[in-house]
């Protein structure tokens, strides 16, 4: 979680090199706020690798 002024673009910029996106804007401290989120990445669950046809995944070769 992020926050800082819309005016700032310096930090606007900043929070969106490593993937925060806009959950909110509010008005508070004399300006408008600009709340980013970021959420993790999670890895891709392996599936398994296709073997020769007709031969099921993970089967192992007589």
């Given at each position: 979680m992020l926050a800082t002024q819309t005016?700032?673009?310096g930090s606007m910029r900043l929070a969106a090199k490593p993937g925060f996106t806009e959950a909110e804007r509010f008005?508070?401290?004399g300006g408008e706020?600009?709340?980013?989120?970021r959420f993790p990445v999670t890895p891709q669950?392996?599936?398994p690798t296709a073997g020769p046809p007709g031969r099921?995944?993970?089967a192992v070769a007589a």
């Open positions: 005016a700032d673009v008005r508070a401290w706020q600009w709340l980013g989120l669950a392996e599936t099921a995944p993970g």
